[in-house]
């Protein structure tokens, strides 16, 4: 069965320059999660998006945006990185919000800032 | 407000011991899902249960177990005679069942579990 896909699995970006990382969802997902977990924490959320329209927002930095393509694949983009934002994020999927519905996760983007 | 406490931050076991790992959680929602998910060292966030809030049965697959009471918000994961490669993070998540929250995950602290050969 096709999985949540996010690309790329690892990056290394030097401070002040820029990251995009990209998740396709399952196919026919509707929802998309983003999510930041640092080392050793929990997994906290970003930014969700439900049929293309931002559903959602948490503690995103104003430095991140994101958006949800008609694909339904999303891309969350980084700018003036700090070392603070080194970090596994997650993209997880899902039909109608969750609702009724599980979530899938991929498999993240580690990114690491130097 | 939503929240989600794993009060054990680590836990260590010696093979074949039973562990379990305690979940809590707040909402003010009526309706809500609960799941665990496992993050093993090589990172991947891997499913393991899904529940919401009107099914109170308590489930087992194979060696694993869960209760949920919701007299006491608790939601807790035993491992039956536990073996190393259940070694890893366990995550503790609610979703509120809110249309303005759009389904977002809320995750506890997490436990991590050590089981030694």
């Known amino acids: 069965a096709a999985g949540v896909i996010q690309s790329p699995r690892h990056l290394i970006k030097e401070k002040r320059e820029t990251a995009t990382l990209k998740c396709y969802p399952i196919?026919?997902?509707?929802?998309v999660y983003w999510y930041q977990q640092g080392p050793g924490q929990d997994p906290q959320f970003l930014i969700s998006f439900y049929e293309k329209m931002q559903s959602d927002k948490g503690s995103i930095p104003d430095r991140f945006s994101a958006q949800q393509f008609s694909d339904y694949h999303s891309e969350l983009n980084m700018s003036s990185l700090e070392l603070g934002d080194s970090a596994l994020y997650f993209c997880a999927s899902s039909l109608e919000r969750g609702r009724n519905y599980g979530y899938t996760f991929g498999s993240g983007t580690r990114l690491t800032v130097v | 407000a939503q929240k989600v406490t794993q009060a054990q931050t680590e836990i260590s076991v010696v093979e074949k011991e039973d562990v379990t790992l305690d979940c809590v959680y707040e909402t003010r929602d009526t309706t809500y899902y609960l799941f665990w998910y496992k993050q093993p060292p090589s990172g991947e966030l891997v499913f393991l249960i899904r529940?919401?809030?009107?099914?109170?049965q308590n489930e087992i697959s194979g060696r694993y177990s869960w209760n949920f009471q919701k007299s006491t918000s608790s939601f807790n994961f035993t491992i039956t005679a536990s073996q190393v490669v259940d070694s890893a993070v366990y995550f503790c998540a609610l979703r509120a069942d809110d249309y303005n929250q759009g389904g977002k995950l809320i995750f506890g602290q997490g436990t991590e579990l050590s089981v030694k050969p």
């Open positions: 529940r919401n809030s009107f099914d109170e």
């Open positions: 196919p026919r997902h509707d929802t």
